[in-house]
């Protein structure tokens, strides 16, 4: 297939729309391999404005009497099988070059009047040549909030110049957030719909359940408004002093950089009480403080409130973790910022500034995951620990109905390994203790074996056994990229490790006394006072990294 990519963007290959068709060109490569694809930038080329002197219908038919690019343009638009016209939105049409472009294309139709058949308007030419078979694709970024109701122009152009249907169109508004690196998660997820959109039409067609996502809106309307409005870095006050003739104030990079950061502020997640963010920038000498309440963010630049959570760092240390290029935990490790006060909006991050879908509310939105369930992992084995001691066949025989039922959990809650080598273990001492080998050799066992699956999973790279549980407070899966949470889980693995080792040595010793039969409750004191522990821990640690102590 021959493509011929027509961009009409003043800023070339860096223009947000061609981001959009350089995605769906990538999912057409993936399904076709015989592609030949030309690429044309109108704001290089030597296209003049069409003359409107019809040389081209009466005494050069076919021909232009203009010199330029425009002659090897037709032969392009002859040779492609496919046109994509990549180009953004200009005062609700096209750019003027671009324009200048489609005027020029006078010399491929006939000066003669036409009626065809689903003809847009009064009045029509009839091609020069054959262009029975060949397909349109329009792909435009805009800079208003969506799309929709923004391109009537640009449809009534396309619609007169290829017929109504017979062209793609994939119009996305909030384009000028394609070039924040701070938002390139949301983006690249928009741009991997483009490019399935691309694999699609490579198929015959782009689904329904495509156009749906190309047609949702990156950031949520009151979001992007107050992030474009803060993007142009001038004073809304002084902005209108513009119409007498006097400079507006700008505002430093900085900024402008903490009011973005401030409109993704969701307000939906408010905690019941007011929370002042204060960002005291160290390399530029600039702070800030961001205000989270009920009714949204708002900035201070005086300084005049009581931060409950400050962070100093460098601005291009933020900026680096806001852009995804460094991981905020493992820079805090490094001691690259620090954090004071109130640590809970750290740990709460996303919740607060995860700014992203405008469709979260949706009753047609996609099922969540499956969360983990530790319960699944700890069940068999307090059974294990409890009714053998109350009745040994008996007990058995209902640990190793537990393990049989533990995997219907799993219909509600995403299965581990340590699930899995749960009912493995539990089963194994139950039917070992119904062949006749003593509790009192299998129970201290089963402590040691159930010590050494935490300990196992400490070393290395792997993720610690708590982890696997505990990512659900904190993002899901997401937290398992998070350098301090997994290093606060290690340590609480570890430490939960040996206290089982501790414990089976107390169980060994303790099965062959006079109290053996409370050895189970007396082996309950300890994890109770781990779990507090643990609790305690799990706030403290990281808040303690963070002050950098």
Known sequence: MNILVINGSPKGAGSNSYRLTAAFLEGMKQELCDLQIRELLVSRMDIKPCLGCFSCWNRTPGQCCIPDDMRQVIQDLLWADLTIWSFPLYYYTVPGPLKNLIDRQLPMVLPFMEEQEGQIGNGNHPSRYDMSGKQTVVISTCGFYTAKGNYDGVYSLFDHHCGRGNYTAIFCGQGELFRVPELSARTSEYLSYVKQAGQEYSKGSISAET?????????????????????????????????????????????????????????????????????????????????????????????SLAATTRIETPVTVWRSIAAGETEGAEAMIQGLYRVTGDFTLML????????????????????????????????????????????????????????????????????????????????????AMLAGVSEQWMIPLSYLAFGIMWLMSCPGKRV??????????????????????????????????????????????????????????????????????????????????????
């Open 211 to 303: 156009w749906e996502l190309l047609d949702q809106l990156l950031l949520p309307k009151k979001v992007f408004e107050a992030c474009a409005d803060a993007s142009w870095g001038i004073d809304r006050d002084s902005a209108g002093a513009k119409r007498y003739g006097t400079a507006a104030k700008k505002e430093s990079d900085t900024l402008v950089f903490t009011r973005q950061m401030a409109a993704l502020y969701r307000r939906e997640n408010y905690p019941g009480r007011d929370l002042v963010l204060e960002m005291d920038y160290t390399d530029v000498g600039e702070r800030y403080q961001i205000l989270l309440g009920k009714d949204g963010s708002h900035v201070y630049t005086d300084g």
């Open 348 to 431: 709460e991050w996303d919740n607060y500034f995860g700014g992203s879908h405008p469709q979260a509310e949706r009753t047609d939105a996609a099922p969540q995951q499956k969360n983990t369930n530790m319960n699944g992992m700890l069940l068999p084995w307090i059974v294990l620990w409890i009714f053998p001691a109350i009745h040994r066949q008996g007990g058995c025989l209902i640990s190793i109905g537990v393990c049989a039922l533990i995997p219907l959990l799993f219909y509600q809650n995403k299965k581990t390994v340590y699930d899995v080598l749960t009912n493995v273990l539990v089963t194994g001492i139950s039917v």
């Open 464 to 549: 610690p056994l708590t982890a696997h549980y505990s990512m659900n407070h904190y993002g899901g899966e997401k937290a398992l990229r998070n350098a301090l949470f997994i290093k606060t889980n290690r340590i609480l693995t570890m430490l939960w490790g040996i206290l089982y080792l501790v414990t089976s040595v107390i169980t060994w010793y303790l099965i062959r006394t006079s109290v053996s039969s409370l050895t189970g409750l007396i082996n309950s004191v300890l994890p109770i006072f781990m779990g507090i522990f643990t609790a305690w821990f799990q706030k403290w640690y990281p808040a303690k990294v963070a002050e950098g102590r």
